[in-house]
């Protein structure tokens, strides 16, 4: 089933974050970097999976609302994808509800995405 198979993307995605933050207290710029890219791949995976479950109007209407430009700070950010991606869970795993779900999930992402994005321009 694939909210089940959401579910251990997401999962995974935190175990990703949690090595990734591992990395960085370590000064290990290229494992963080590698770490990142794979959590951002396992959140896009688990928003297509949870778009399937969806209708196909709720995932576009996230789409259209541009996110907010922020300082980014890696430790932070990857905390914040962490903490959005457990509530995340734990929404779901108490409320059931897909939408609220793939919400999360897509904010998750948005701080995954801002973070490749600023390591990609060398920057620490």
Same mark, same amino acid.
């Given at each position: 089933m694939s909210k089940d198979e959401a579910v251990s993307s997401i999962k995974k995605a935190l175990e990703e974050l949690e090595q990734a933050l591992e990395a960085y207290s370590q000064k290990d710029p290229e494992e963080v970097s590698r770490r990142i890219w794979? =959590? %951002?791949s396992e959140a896009e995976y688990a928003l297509f999976l949870l778009g399937i479950s969806l209708d196909s109007e709720f995932p576009n209407s996230l789409k259209a609302k541009a996110s907010q430009s922020r300082r980014v700070e890696p430790q932070g950010h990857m905390v914040k994808a962490q903490e959005l $991606?457990? %509530? =995340? $869970?734990e929404s779901y795993r108490s409320e059931g509800d897909l939408r609220k779900l793939y919400k999360a999930v897509w904010e998750a992402r948005g701080y995954l995405i801002e973070l490749q994005e600023k390591r990609g321009r060398g920057l620490p």
């Open positions: 794979v =959590a %951002s $991606l457990r %509530s =995340a $869970l």
